[in-house]
């Protein structure tokens, strides 16, 4: 028996265009994400965004729960743009449609990344 890494998968429907990046925030508690201080930030340039669909494949990411924030950042400048109050840019969450003005919590959005174990 050997343990095996996975590789996470993620495909972002839905963007508008394929200027600026996606910024994904890993979170795995309330605190951290009412802090907005996430495990780990991973950035991705919108270049390969095809039919408004972006996939992103990641290795070595280490097992845990996960709540995964994504920002479409389309001007590049690493924050959420508002209007007169709601924002300008889009965002979503980890298999999870909000609704509402306040911020749900991590479990509502949260995945499993579990160790593969070959046979």
Do not use: C
Request: net charge positive.
């Amino acid at each position: 028996m050997a343990l095996s890494s996975q590789t996470l998968k993620i495909s972002i429907t839905g963007l508008r265009n394929n200027s600026g990046s996606v910024i994904l925030g890993f979170y795995n508690n309330d605190k951290a994400f009412a802090a907005e201080t996430p495990l780990f930030t991973k950035v991705e340039s919108k270049a390969t965004t095809v039919n408004h669909v972006l996939t992103l494949n990641y290795a070595g990411i280490k097992p845990g729960t996960y709540g995964i924030v994504m920002l479409d950042d389309e001007n590049n400048n690493n924050k959420m743009d508002y209007g007169w109050i709601l924002p300008e840019e889009g965002y979503g969450f980890s298999n999870y449609t909000h609704f509402g003005l306040t911020k749900p919590k991590v479990a509502k959005f949260s995945l499993r990344l579990q160790t593969k174990i070959k046979q």
